[in-house]
């Protein structure tokens, strides 16, 4: 039988040349549906996301992708008060897009998370597009991120508005792909009749095999310590290190060494406890191109979330480091996708105040063992390879759509 080529429309704020990584999986996602024959239409804004000078052109064609972007004014995206007027601009154009696009049969709209709250385009979207069957791709919630960070209220009439609103919007959606099962929770709570689905994010660089340490990054990073553990990315608000940083001076007098490597609004205070204990170090932010050779230097990879915060986000270092072939240590609340994860699939620890002396423990057995290491690390790439590569989740993204629009 002959698959059927329906149309997908894609709203996302930023795309392709873009490199943050939202922007880098949108771009992978309209790139892997072309690839499996949907004809893809992104329709991002024209702006640069980390340098508003810059002005893409208005139509444009990438990999097979057909770009038309939203010519928006240059609101800064570092402030509030921009991120809010890029919202509203952005959400003002996808209803006018739309109205103005021309139908056709069997077409699904993919809606992401930035800007914020654009999952309200379900609204104007399914009113002038009624037959058009939409599917909203939840990176982060809000307003259950701004409350966790202390910014919102829970009980406050603007959160009481925005979840009314957010609600209307959740209820116009015929799928909605969580990133695991915490945040799924939390979006249950507004009782939408879509289809729940949980689809990853995937690791920007997928080596074929377990990466090999660069003698030299490795080095640079932990000098001669037999266990290496990398902090690598953002370290910001949703974070945590006191759970770290308590694993750090229990390994004190073993060949143990952790590194954080990175950037964000709560590096500086991390410097700032950190200091004095003698196997916690720092390092600059890896560029792209340094990124696998980073990735590979390590032993195991860090990865921390706040208890509040489970659910909102889901952290994506966590796949950057299996994908590598590198376990993880993760100090996060138990009852979070990662924490589920992790024992699910035996790619690493747990760590929370309780935890910290039985997974230092292990820790040292696993500095004395080259052999166990070897094998909890090719374990690790096994288990991002079945289940959270690319391919994996653009095939099943493939499965979901042409289910929604009724295709084999």
């Keep these: 039988m002959t698959r059927q080529h329906p149309p997908a429309i894609l709203l996302y704020h930023f795309f392709h040349p873009d490199d943050v990584v939202s922007a880098r999986l949108f771009s992978d996602l309209a790139a892997g549906l072309v690839e499996r024959g949907w004809r893809v239409t992104a329709v991002p804004c024209d702006r640069g996301c980390r340098d508003e000078a810059i002005a893409h052109p208005s139509e444009d064609t990438w990999n097979g992708v057909s770009i038309r972007r939203v010519r928006r004014p240059r609101f800064p995206q570092a402030t509030n008060r921009g991120r809010v007027m890029n919202s509203a601009w952005m959400l003002a154009a996808w209803a006018a897009t739309a109205f103005r696009l021309p139908r056709a049969r069997r077409e699904v709209v993919v809606i992401g998370t930035d800007p914020v709250l654009s999952v309200l385009a379900a609204v104007p979207w399914k009113a002038f597009r009624p037959a058009s069957r939409v599917a909203h791709w939840c990176h982060d919630l809000y307003p ?8 919102l209220r829970e009980r406050s009439l603007p959160v009481r508005v925005l979840k009314g609103l957010l609600g209307a919007a959740y209820r116009r959606c015929d799928l909605i792909a969580d990133l695991g099962p915490c945040m799924a929770r939390l979006l ?31 080095r640079d990073l932990f000098g001669d310590a037999k266990l290496g553990l990398l902090y690598s990315g953002n370290f910001g608000r949703a974070h945590s290190s006191a759970e770290f940083l308590a694993l750090a001076r229990e390994l004190e007098r073993d060949p143990v060494r952790l590194c954080f490597a990175g950037r964000g609004n709560r590096m500086d205070e991390l410097r700032e406890s950190a200091a004095g204990v003698p196997n916690v170090s720092f390092a600059g932010f890896a560029p792209e191109s340094e990124l696998e050779r980073r990735l590979g230097a390590c032993d195991l990879h860090l990865v921390s979330l706040r208890p509040e915060w489970a659910g909102t986000v889901v952290p994506s270092k966590f796949f950057g480091a299996l994908a590598a072939g590198r376990g ?31 997974v230092a423990g292990e820790l040292r057995r696993l ?12 374990r690790c790439h096994a288990v991002y390879r079945d289940h959270f590569s690319k391919a994996r989740q653009l095939a099943r993204w493939d499965a979901e759509l042409r289910r929604l629009v009724d295709l084999p």
């Design 144 to 151: 259950e991120a701004p409350i966790a960070d202390g910014m």
């Design 188 to 218: 249950a709570a507004y009782r939408s009749p879509a289809r729940a689905v949980t689809l990853t994010p995937w690791a920007l660089t997928e080596p074929d095999a377990p990466v090999e340490p660069d003698p030299a990054a490795r």
């Design 328 to 358: 993880v240590v993760y100090a996060g609340p138990p009852d979070s996708a990662i924490a589920r994860w992790i024992e699910e699939f035996r790619v690493g620890w747990v760590l929370t105040a309780a935890s910290i002396s039985t």
């Design 367 to 378: 500095a004395a063992s080259p052999t166990n290491l070897a094998a909890l690390n090719a």
